[in-house]
């Protein structure tokens, strides 16, 4: 028999594959071995079902307990620093300038030199009135001879009574005179004073305005502005109080859980522009006595030691003051909130290691934590890290880091 007619007959338990593959196979193929073919079979029935892969393991997460401690709310606002004493170096006699005697931009101590006018002016004025002076002197003198003489004579009847009422009202009048010729000398001495000006305090100058040789006015008219002075040893800083902090405050303070600092000195620290962390320590000063209607703020105002000078008038400066009481509160990093629409929320590992989402109240930054109000327990395990990796309802495996941080 041919092995193609062998090839075309139907094989008693032959699969239907097994002839429709021995039908097609091309005749170079037909030699092979029966093995080689029935392994490629076998090949080919693998692919019905692929092995099911095994199951991935919770995603790991960082978890820790809030940190529980004594805190004090602090209330911020934006300040900026003024002077304590700010005053504007005026000429008090007019005249030509002669000398600048100070350095711009300097520290002056108060009664020094700052500028020298031309003093020969009202040199000879105080010599004028010293002439005067001198003769309603003599004046005197002689109208007091003559009131003793009349004294005398109107004893024996030599002179009448209107004779000594003359000579007294004579020597009222030189009195008058002299009196008037030593007001006229004091005030060129005074004016000789005026025309060396010098520091009424000490602080830091400001540059010169009048250089030698330029006429000044003197308070008689337009006072020509010579420079300025301004304290900064201690230095005011101003800030607004808005209207919801101001009634928190002050109902506090009628609930005897905070002084006011109307009548109490409330600490307050400062962070100056670029630092992180409050470097200047201060005490509350005033407090204005009616809110600004445009903008529904209380001016108050702290004083703040500047020994080293570093702080300038102008400079901004964000301001804590105290808002509370102490008390016992649970701390969280900011890494360990989410947002959820409007809602703050952190997630909990539960005790089984599924997370849940806690929604809760926060409130200030205190050395760099998060004051939680409501919504946690200090024995609550919260992710503080790996947050993107959890889901609620899923399974985590969690990690232990100290408390309040990060591993």
Same mark, same amino acid.
């Given at each position: 028999?041919?092995?193609?007619?062998?090839?075309?007959?139907?094989?008693?338990?032959?699969?239907?594959?097994?002839?429709?593959?021995?039908?097609?196979?091309?005749?170079?193929?037909?030699?092979?071995?029966?093995?080689?073919?029935?392994?490629?079979?076998?090949?080919?029935?693998?692919?019905? +079902?692929?092995?099911?892969?095994?199951?991935?393991?919770?995603?790991?997460?960082?978890?820790?307990?809030?940190?529980?401690? $004594?805190? $004090?709310?602090?209330?911020?606002?934006?300040?900026?620093?003024?002077?304590?004493?700010?005053?504007?170096?005026?000429?008090?006699?007019?005249?030509?300038?002669?000398?600048?005697?100070?350095?711009?931009?300097?520290?002056?101590?108060?009664?020094?030199?700052?500028?020298?006018?031309?003093?020969?002016?009202?040199?000879?004025?105080?010599?004028?009135?010293?002439?005067?002076?001198?003769?309603?002197?003599?004046?005197?003198?002689?109208?007091?001879?003559?009131?003793? @003489?009349?004294?005398?004579?109107?004893?024996?009847?030599?002179?009448?009574?209107?004779?000594?009422?003359?000579?007294?009202?004579?020597? !009222?009048?030189?009195?008058?005179?002299?009196?008037?010729?030593?007001?006229?000398?004091?005030?060129?001495?005074?004016?000789?004073?005026? $025309?060396?000006?010098?520091?009424?305090?000490?602080?830091?100058?400001?540059?010169?305005?009048?250089?030698?040789?330029?006429?000044?006015?003197?308070?008689?008219?337009?006072?020509?502005?010579?420079?300025?002075?301004?304290?900064?040893?201690?230095?005011?800083?101003?800030?607004?109080?808005?209207?919801?902090?101001?009634?928190?405050?002050?109902?506090?303070?009628?609930?005897?859980?905070?002084?006011?600092?109307?009548?109490?000195?409330?600490?307050?620290?400062?962070?100056?522009?670029?630092?992180?962390?409050?470097?200047?320590?201060?005490?509350?000063?005033?407090?204005?006595?009616?809110?600004?209607?445009?903008?529904? $703020?209380?001016?108050?105002?702290?004083?703040?030691?500047?020994?080293?000078?570093?702080?300038?008038?102008?400079?901004?400066?964000?301001?804590?003051?105290?808002?509370?009481?102490?008390?016992?509160?649970?701390?969280?990093?900011?890494?360990?909130?989410?947002?959820? !629409?409007? @809602? +703050?929320?952190?997630?909990?590992?539960?005790?089984?290691?599924?997370?849940?989402?806690?929604?809760?109240?926060?409130?200030?930054?205190?050395?760099?934590?998060?004051?939680?109000?409501?919504?946690?327990?200090?024995?609550?395990?919260?992710?503080?890290?790996?947050?993107?990796?959890?889901?609620?309802?899923? +399974?985590?495996?969690? !990690?232990?880091?100290?408390?309040?941080? +990060?591993?």
């Amino acid at each position: 028999m041919e092995l193609g007619a062998v090839e075309q007959r139907n094989r008693p338990g032959q699969p239907e594959g097994r002839q429709i593959l021995h039908r097609f196979l091309h005749p170079s193929f037909r030699s092979l071995s029966p093995l080689i073919l029935g392994s490629a079979l076998a090949l080919s029935g693998c692919g019905d +079902k692929p092995p099911q892969p095994a199951a991935a393991a919770p995603p790991s997460v960082t978890v820790a307990q809030p940190v529980k401690r $004594t805190v $004090t709310d602090w209330d911020e606002f934006t300040g900026r620093f003024e002077a304590l004493e700010e005053v504007q170096v005026r000429a008090r006699v007019g005249g030509f300038v002669n000398t600048v005697e100070f350095r711009d931009g300097a520290i002056v101590r108060a009664g020094d030199l700052l500028y020298t006018i031309d003093s020969r002016p009202f040199e000879a004025v105080a010599a004028q009135a010293e002439g005067q002076l001198a003769d309603s002197r003599a004046k005197v003198e002689l109208a007091k001879r003559e009131l003793d @003489r009349a004294l005398s004579l109107v004893q024996t009847s030599a002179v009448s009574e209107q004779v000594v009422d003359q000579r007294r009202q004579a020597l !009222q009048a030189a009195h008058a005179a002299e009196m008037q010729a030593d007001g006229a000398l004091k005030a060129a001495k005074l004016n000789i004073e005026f $025309t060396h000006v010098l520091a009424p305090m000490t602080g830091r100058v400001s540059r010169h305005l009048v250089s030698p040789g330029n006429l000044v006015q003197g308070s008689e008219g337009s006072a020509t502005l010579l420079t300025s002075i301004v304290t900064l040893d201690p230095i005011y800083i101003y800030f607004d109080v808005d209207e919801a902090t101001y009634l928190k405050n002050n109902r506090l303070w009628f609930e005897g859980k905070r002084p006011s600092s109307r009548d109490t000195p409330n600490p307050v620290e400062v962070a100056l522009t670029g630092e992180s962390k409050p470097s200047k320590e201060g005490k509350m000063d005033f407090l204005d006595n009616r809110l600004d209607v445009s903008t529904g $703020t209380l001016r108050s105002r702290a004083i703040i030691p500047n020994k080293d000078f570093s702080i300038l008038p102008g400079q901004f400066g964000r301001v804590r003051l105290i808002g509370s009481s102490p008390y016992e509160a649970l701390l969280l990093p900011d890494t360990a909130i989410a947002t959820d !629409q409007s @809602r +703050k929320i952190v997630f909990v590992v539960k005790d089984d290691n599924t997370v849940e989402a806690r929604p809760v109240q926060l409130g200030p930054l205190d050395e760099g934590l998060r004051v939680v109000r409501e919504g946690l327990k200090a024995e609550d395990r919260v992710i503080v890290d790996g947050i993107q990796r959890a889901r609620v309802g899923a +399974k985590v495996t969690p !990690q232990t880091a100290p408390a309040g941080g +990060k591993s």
